[in-house]
């Protein structure tokens, strides 16, 4: 039990579907993120939340849309995603972006695939 | 361009048997350097962290070791169990404002009976 949990943990959908991923954190952190992991590349930060203010977008298509109601749950709306966007989508928490040394908790993950 | 770079991308060996993983690193400046263990359908596990100053350090069976001039890590599994099997994932932070992390494509390994 690592402290994040992300629902659902499979997603199979198509790409006209509108779905949301969930992430919740039971660590009285600050800072939360969004990652996408495909085969055989590395973790792709997609964006990360700072005391619910967003501080980072990295380039990522306006067809993920992510929502921070405050510091302990985190969203990623997905509406008309492509074959690629198919990857393991990660959800961590840190105390905060701004201390180093500190690790960031995982979540196990929603496997989604888009048919 | 700030990069990190894993070898071997895969591993197998026998139960019982000792293997280390290779991390090289581009990251300037640096901070710290994490190693993460992902089990199959799990998130990553953070394993050790070595700051600038640190050489070696120890986690049970595993010891990581780092060499800031070389910008090297690696880590080293002894008397290997088929728990250890996962991707390691190596992921250095950089010393600036932004402090985000790079991470390395990982090592698979593989631990047979």
């Known amino acids: 039990e690592t402290g994040v949990t992300q629902t659902p943990r499979h997603l199979v959908m198509g790409m006209t579907n509108k779905k949301s991923l969930k992430c919740e954190q039971h660590l009285g952190h600050n800072a939360m993120y969004w990652y996408k992991q495909s085969a055989k590349k590395p973790l792709e930060l997609m964006f990360v939340y700072n005391f619910k203010e967003q501080t980072e977008n990295n380039s990522v298509p306006s067809r993920f849309s992510p929502e921070c109601p405050n510091s302990s749950h985190l969203f990623l709306h997905l509406h008309t995603l492509q074959p690629e966007d198919s990857a393991l989508y990660l959800c961590?928490?840190?105390?905060?972006?701004?201390?180093?040394?500190?690790?960031?908790?995982f979540g196990d993950g929603t496997r989604l695939s888009i048919l | 361009k700030n990069q990190v770079e894993q070898s071997p991308q895969s591993l197998i060996i026998l139960e019982g048997k000792n293997c280390t993983l290779q991390?090289?690193?581009?990251?300037?400046?640096?901070?710290?350097l994490r190693w993460y263990k992902q089990d199959t359908g799990r998130g990553p596990v953070s394993l050790t962290i070595?700051?600038?100053?640190?050489n070696t350090k120890s986690n049970g069976r595993y010891t990581a070791t780092l060499d800031a001039d070389t910008k090297q890590s690696s880590l080293h599994i002894t008397a290997s169990q088929l728990s250890d099997s996962a991707s390691y994932i190596c992921?250095?932070?950089?010393?600036?404002?932004?402090?985000?992390?790079?991470f390395g494509g990982g090592t698979r390994l593989m631990v047979k009976p």
């Open positions: 070595m700051t600038f100053s640190e």
């Open positions: 991390c090289n690193y581009t990251v300037s400046p640096f901070s710290n």
């Open positions: 992921v250095v932070s950089g010393n600036n404002a932004g402090n985000m992390l790079t």
């Open positions: 961590a928490s840190s105390q905060e972006t701004g201390i180093r040394n500190q690790p960031q908790h």
